[in-house]
């Protein structure tokens, strides 16, 4: 073959779903046509490609945020898009499954040829992709953890939203010791990476009051099988447990630890998906803390009037909720970020784009990234399920 006949040869080899990526690239002596846009980009559309859980245990998590973000990039387009490209959200369910996102974000990236991945659920599905990102130099914008693992060391194409897992522990532990004087806390906990994350986190932040975890309980991703978890919980008598994993065990623990006549304190971090957990639970649930890491629908502040507003009028039938708010937040630093990187399209220009923001209002909440630093929000709100329903506690922790 002549060199006019193409302007670079690419070979790409793949063990397998588990394996790594393999790219050989022979080069040519000119660029041609081929180079002149950006995978995923043309001159009127950027298409975005979201992999995450939309049916399954954690479907109602994946669910609420692309209907958050949705309502956000069809009002873009509406307005004519970004630099005149409108945003094409391409949705692909994972079920939780590990295995599943990382097929998804192989087919996403070869098949799809999508710009930049957006709006991934969980830890261990997320992380699963993380080499795969990496060598395939694809951003992605807002996933629904906050695993340290995704934050530190920072992955330059990994931009995370949201607070972390530490802050959320912190901000628990620190609310039950300062009301009410709690000295024993328990965890249970999914046994995986999401899992062990937020124990780190809690077991850091009980450390700082020269306390320890005295108990924990597991259970697998994707059961229900709570009893064993649940009777070694109980076997450190604790004031309160932090409960760690989707909306659907942890209503099944709540239920046997009442049946058990735990007396504790119950709490859980922003993942078990506040709305999906009461429809199950409803007043059952009442008295137990919720770390969110935005603000309830029914907050003054701006940028959340502004998300209910949009989802309100894109999905009339939707109830809104944090998962909604959330996915929402995400969607507008990706805008911003893309506004911010211009017409010529990079994903590249993305990520300094959206490096470039510091200290950043938006409607309430300050967003603030850097090279040095990929979580753009901090702040953890504690919510009280009381009458079957979520209400914020206090102001938000810092």
Known sequence: MSAS???????????????????????????GPCFAAEPGVTDDAIRLGMVNAQTGAAGGLGRGLRIGAQAVFDDANARGGVHGRKIDLVVDDDRYEPDRTIDGTLAMIEQRNVFALFGYVGTPTTTAVVPIIKDAGIPLVGALTGAMA???????EVFNIRASYEDETRA????????GGAKRFAVFYQDDGFGLSVLAGMRLALR???LE??????FRRGTTAVD?????VLEGRPDVVIMVGPYTPIAAFMRA?????????????????????????????????ISQVVPLPQSELGVVRDCTRLIGRRFPEERVGVVNIEGCIDAKVMLIGLERAGPSLTRTALMQALESIRHLDLGGLEADLGADHHQALNAVF?????????????APAK
Do not use: N, Y
């Open 257 to 289: 630890a009442r049946h058990e006549g735990l007396k504790a304190r119950l709490a859980a971090v922003s993942f078990v998906g506040t709305d999906d957990l009461l429809r199950l639970v409803g007043a059952d649930g009442d008295g137990t803390l």
């Open 5 to 31: 006949a193409f302007s670079a040869w690419f070979c790409f080899v793949r063990a397998s779903r588990r394996g790594t990526l393999v790219a050989c690239v022979v080069a040519m002596p000119f660029a």
């Open 150 to 156: 995704l934050r530190r060391p920072v992955i330059p």
């Open 382 to 394: 504690l919510t009280e399920i009381a009458h079957g329903q979520a209400a914020p506690l206090d």
């Open 228 to 232: 064993s978890g649940l009777a070694a």
């Open 213 to 218: 975890v005295v108990a924990t309980g597991t």
């Open 208 to 210: 700082r009051h020269g």
């Open 172 to 179: 628990l532990v620190d609310h039950f010791i300062a009301h």
